[in-house]
């Protein structure tokens, strides 16, 4: 696994002080983008929380999949979450180190009391002496947040930083991607009220060790969640329930359970997405098909990124998002004048660059710019890199429908049909198109649109 380290400078750590007129809980961010460029130490929030207990647990809710490996416990993961100010919530996310559950806590407007949440993205502090003080948060006195630094003037000053060397690998840049282009193709599947929420999500095992039991379904039954021993329709897939357990953290506050999955072709696993909604915020956990898998290799960036086209539409896309907190891809099209199905793919594209995500509460995605190097999860995608080698040697050769491609001692197949490519190798074999396409397709795919496949990726 690709993995380089990522230095992230901070001017105090994150702390959670007490005063004589009340707790202050200061998280302080490092390096990051917003409509102004680049800052040292971005600003975006100061004010109170309306529900600081239930925030407290949020942020830790986040943190916890930050720090967690759910499959192959050997590495502790350390990748601080990510902040996003969307002018009218803040929006914090993980990755898990194994690359399999995607964590969200949007703190809405109606759960901030002061002045209007500022725009950008950068990672921030959560450390250990915080995440015990936040743990040790029982009532809802007033709690005054601060995200960023106390004043402005202090990413000028001269003085000590508090700096992390965070390992941090490319699957998790991809994984940001991923997961948000299979979360758009999700649709609400169930609701659950507070007291169902709370039943059904106890009732999931704990476990210890690697979360490996394999997928299982749930469907909707009246106003709650029954098992289901194979995938009906409407059924949501439930691969690894433990690794749910950072929900526990928020379950006693929470008001509602939304279970979001896409539709049931068959009966192989598919990622499925479990918001519970808390007073003025809501968490999210998303799981990708199966606990032995992270988003990483989904695959469902490729197509997007294998043209030239989608790169150029990409570019004209990103000029008009302005960190709104919802994007609509029809107001974008218009905007731009590209088909609704153009803008999609830019998006996607955007996504692989960590610059937009999606909310399934709002069905809508949003501007964010992740803090890290826009080009390296491209570059670095083991498919997309291979498909760029095959083309730029000439190894697809066209005819009509069909396509062939060497690869080493081997000559593939690829045959269009209905607009979907199948190929005689045997990812396609293995996989025939759940995790995306093979090199193959790809490397055929830019081929006919005339991508550029020499001198590396644009």
Request: proline fraction near 6%; charge should be neutral; hydrophobic fraction near 40%.
């Amino acid at each position: 696994m690709t993995r380089s380290v990522q230095a992230l400078a901070y001017a105090r750590p994150s702390a959670l002080e007490s005063s004589q007129v009340g707790a202050s809980l200061g998280l302080e961010t490092a390096g990051g983008l917003t409509p102004r460029g680049a800052e040292a130490h971005p600003r975006f929030f100061a004010g109170f929380l309306s529900a600081p207990r239930i925030a407290a647990r949020g942020l830790l809710a986040v943190a916890d999949v930050a720090a967690a490996r759910y499959y192959q416990r050997t590495l502790a993961a350390s990748l601080d979450p990510v902040v996003t100010g969307n002018g009218d919530r803040l929006r914090f996310e993980s990755f898990s180190g194994c690359c399999g559950v995607y964590a969200r806590l949007d703190v809405l407007q109606e759960g901030l009391e002061g002045e209007r949440t500022g725009h950008g993205t950068t990672n921030v502090d959560v450390n250990n002496p915080l995440r015990d003080a936040l743990s040790r948060i029982t009532a809802d006195d007033p709690l005054h947040l601060r995200v960023g630094p106390e004043e402005l003037a202090v990413t000028t000053l001269d003085g000590p930083v508090v700096e992390k060397k965070v390992p941090l690998p490319d699957r998790w840049l991809r994984g940001f991607a991923e997961a948000q282009v299979a979360s758009a193709g999700f649709d609400l599947r169930a609701e659950l009220s507070a007291a169902q929420a709370v039943a059904f999500l106890r009732s999931l095992p704990r476990g210890s060790g690697n979360a490996a039991r394999g997928a299982q379904w749930v469907v909707a039954s009246g106003s709650a969640l029954r098992p289901t021993t194979r995938p009906v329709a409407g059924a949501v897939c439930l691969p690894g329930p433990e690794r749910l357990v950072a929900l526990q953290r928020v379950l006693r506050h929470a008001t509602a359970l939304r279970v979001y999955g896409p539709p049931v072709a068959d009966g192989a696993p598919v990622a499925s997405a479990w918001e519970v909604v808390l007073p003025g915020m809501r968490l999210t956990l998303t799981l990708s098909p199966d606990a032995s898998r992270g988003f990483s290799g989904e695959g469902g960036v490729l197509a997007a990124l294998a043209t030239d086209e989608a790169a150029a539409d990409a570019e004209l896309v990103s000029v008009l998002l302005a960190w709104e907190p919802t994007i609509e891809p029809a107001t974008l099209a218009e905007r731009s004048g590209l088909s609704v199905e153009r803008v999609r793919a830019a998006l996607t594209r955007l996504g692989t660059a960590g610059r937009v995500g999606y909310d399934l509460a709002d069905a809508a995605y949003f501007h964010r710019e992740l803090p890290y190097d826009a080009d390296r999860a491209e570059r670095h995608n083991p498919r997309l890199v291979a498909a760029r080698e095959l083309a730029g040697a000439g190894a697809v050769s066209l005819d009509g429908t069909l396509a062939y491609v060497a690869s080493g001692d081997r000559r593939y197949q690829v045959r269009e049909s209905d607009g979907k490519l199948t190929c005689t190798c045997q990812w396609w074999a293995d996989y025939r198109g759940k995790r995306g396409p093979c090199k193959h397709a790809l490397a055929v795919t830019m081929v006919r649109r005339g991508a550029t496949v020499a001198g590396g990726v644009r």
